[in-house]
């Protein structure tokens, strides 16, 4: 219990100093009002510290640490919270150049005049529980700055409805001058991210992905993420034009998924400024085999494509696999596009659409291979990306529905019936290659015989007089287009029907033999 009340110190350690080799333990009473003109407003910890309950209150610090500054030392925070705390320069709330261990309590409601309204870290914070919320920085990291030689390890808790004018929730810093300063690393393995806003618009909500990697080391990036982190709900902008910025990820920037994957329940709202979308470096865990994209990210922008990039950014080849239409040349319309990112084995769902348009052809479909004339409906990714080619087929209308074909029994057709001269293509400059068969349940009339080839219908009618209805498949067997088409036309099938009316044949009288032995009598 007790307190330590509107102290002030000339140096650091307005309310408590601990020196080094010295111990602090806080299970309850009040840390308040205290002021230190350069770090360390409540308390200045060099030494041991364990803080497990009570409340560090309205201290000031004139240049780092308005509620605590640890410095080289070691501090638990099992509970208690550190609120309403003010630093001019850095660390609202806390100063950590130590390492500082937070399982439970609260860092609230505390503001720095430049970074860190919440937290300022250059040694090593690890974060399982507690909470950082509703903290303001004017510059830089409402919730937790973290600097280039810091480590910022979250197993769990929340930072929670932080403010600043640029990244509102965990702002990871680098040197971009002297490489071999970025040696600081963010290790996000849950808890959440949740609701922060930075206020100028064009920075990150949540969490900003580092422009540099560990040292000069182009391989490792300085962010990873695993666990069932979640990053959400994260906005830029001012007060009524505010859009999701999560995780927040530039032109020539990368995070690895880190050991072990992520797991269930881990959501992470993306948000990519690169050119061609690729964000991962690393890391998609064994245990996330048969997992896809979307069950553990989304997309704060239209344009994102999570994927693998080299850390010199270019592109090493995507985690997932990617779905393009092809468009041929010569037909208008567009293809249909799909920004999503797909596994091995995952099913997708071919578009529906039949845009392209051709005088003379009609599009039915996608086929998965371009020399292919299957259509398909539904595709199960390999380990590559998928082309979809549109299958045509050429239009054509059959002309004899109401022809007739005028038959004599019992007499040989002298010129054949051409099937061919009762079908023609929409488009005139095409040539005819058609094959022809009786529909379903239809035969010729006795005595006439179709060539399925040549489409010629020859023979001579023995079939009684009188009118018969038969009907015929008309099929499309071009084997390329007429124009630049890839794949070939597919095969169409029509319909022609025709009526051959038998006639009677003429009759043929002929006279009897006159009889020479016949004698004529009269009386």
Do not use: H
Request: glycine content about 16%; some cysteine.
């Amino acid at each position: 219990g007790g307190s330590v009340t509107n102290n002030t110190a000339t140096n650091t350690g307005g309310g408590v100093f601990i020196a080094n080799g010295a111990a602090f333990n806080m299970s309850d009473g009040s840390v308040t009002g205290n002021t230190a003109k350069t770090s360390g407003g409540g308390i200045y910890n060099y030494g041991t510290s364990d803080m497990s309950g009570g409340s560090v209150t309205g201290n000031t610090a004139t240049s780092y640490g308005g509620g605590i500054y640890n410095q080289g030392g070691t501090f638990s925070m099992r509970g208690g919270s550190v609120t309403n705390n003010t630093a001019t320069t850095n660390g609202g709330g806390v100063c950590n150049n130590g390492t500082f261990n937070m399982s439970d309590g609260s860092v609230t409601n505390n503001t720095t005049g430049t970074n860190g309204g919440g937290v300022y870290n250059t040694g090593t914070f690890n974060m399982s529980g507690g909470s950082v919320t509703g903290n303001t920085a004017t510059n830089t990291g409402g919730g937790v700055y973290n600097c280039i030689e810091g480590f910022f390890n979250m197993y769990g808790g929340g930072i929670k409805s932080n403010t600043a004018n640029s990244c509102g929730g965990l702002f990871i810093n680098n040197d971009p001058d002297t490489l071999s300063n970025n040696t600081g690393r963010v290790s996000l393995k849950g808890g959440e991210i949740t609701d922060n806003t930075a206020t100028s618009g064009t920075s990150a909500g949540g969490v900003n992905v580092p422009m540099y990697y560990v040292n000069t080391n182009t391989t490792e990036p300085r962010l990873t993420v695993s666990g069932g982190i979640v990053i959400t709900g994260n906005k830029s902008g001012s007060e009524g034009s505010q859009t999701d910025k999560n995780l927040v990820v530039a032109a020539g920037r990368a995070f690895a998924i880190g050991s072990g994957g992520l797991t269930d329940g881990a959501k992470i709202g993306v948000t990519s400024t690169t050119t061609d979308g690729l964000v991962f470096t690393s890391g998609w865990g064994t245990n996330m085999s048969g997992k896809t994209i979307t069950d553990y990210f989304t997309s704060d922008n239209s344009a994102l494509t999570l994927g693998v990039r080299t850390a010199d950014g270019a592109t090493e080849g995507i985690l997932g696999y990617k779905v393009t239409y092809n468009k041929p040349n010569g037909v208008s319309g567009d293809a249909p596009t799909d920004s999503a990112i797909y596994l091995g084995g995952e099913t997708v769902k071919v578009s529906g659409s039949t845009p392209y348009t051709k005088s003379g052809y009609k599009q039915i479909g996608w086929s998965a291979a371009s020399d292919s004339k299957e259509t398909v409906s539904t595709y199960t990714m390999t380990a590559a990306d998928a082309t979809f080619y549109p299958v045509f087929e050429r239009e054509f209308t059959s002309e004899g529905d109401s022809d007739t074909v005028n038959l004599t029994y019992n007499t040989e057709i002298s010129n054949a019936i051409d099937l061919n001269d009762y079908v023609k293509f929409t488009d005139a400059t095409q040539t005819d290659n058609f094959a022809f068969a009786l529909a379903d349940g239809q035969s010729l009339p006795a005595g006439l015989t179709l060539d399925k080839t040549s489409g010629k219908i020859t023979g001579t009618p023995t079939a009684q007089a009188g009118d018969y209805t038969v009907s015929f498949t008309v099929t499309d067997n071009a084997p390329f287009a007429m124009f630049s088409l890839d794949p070939s036309p597919a095969t169409e099938t029509a319909t022609l029907t025709l009526k051959f009316a038998i006639a009677k044949a003429n009759p043929t009288v002929t006279a009897p033999a006159a009889k020479t032995d016949l004698v004529y009598k009269g009386t």
